[in-house]
């Protein structure tokens, strides 16, 4: 069992940075892919970025160019840096973990563990 603990959601202005962060609960959070997802009001969950074990990285075209994603294993710890915010970046932001197969790394339902979300608001 894993439990993930997501941190550093804020009120930002447009054009302005974040970093999320993900703590997770075991040692065994390096065996897993981490990813990032977010639901708008009234909107499905999306998939925003996935790092696997071996570092391996995804990301949503949405967010490509402005978002990275990292994780540090000996820290049981996984990041969404997010820079050039815009108002449609607004959501509550999930970090996810699961033995994902490859190439189904942006289905919630390879995910086992998900944190309890966290806001992220962009105004204009």
């Known amino acids: 069992q894993v439990q993930l603990v997501e941190s550093g959601g804020a009120l930002v202005q447009a054009g302005g940075s974040l970093r999320l962060s993900c703590a997770a609960s075991?040692?065994?959070?390096?065996?897993?892919?981490m990813g990032w997802f977010r639901q708008a009001p009234g909107m499905e969950r999306d998939f925003v970025a996935t790092i696997s074990r071996s570092g391996n990285i995804r990301y949503a075209d949405s967010v490509k160019g402005r978002f990275t994603i990292s994780r540090e294993n000996v820290k049981n710890t996984g990041y969404l840096q997010m820079n050039s915010l815009k108002p449609e970046d607004t959501a509550v932001y999930y970090c996810a973990a699961g033995r994902v197969v490859a190439g189904r790394e942006s289905r919630r339902s390879e995910y086992d563990y998900w944190g309890q979300g966290i806001q992220v608001t962009v105004s204009s």
């Open positions: 075991a040692r065994t959070f390096s065996s897993y892919n």
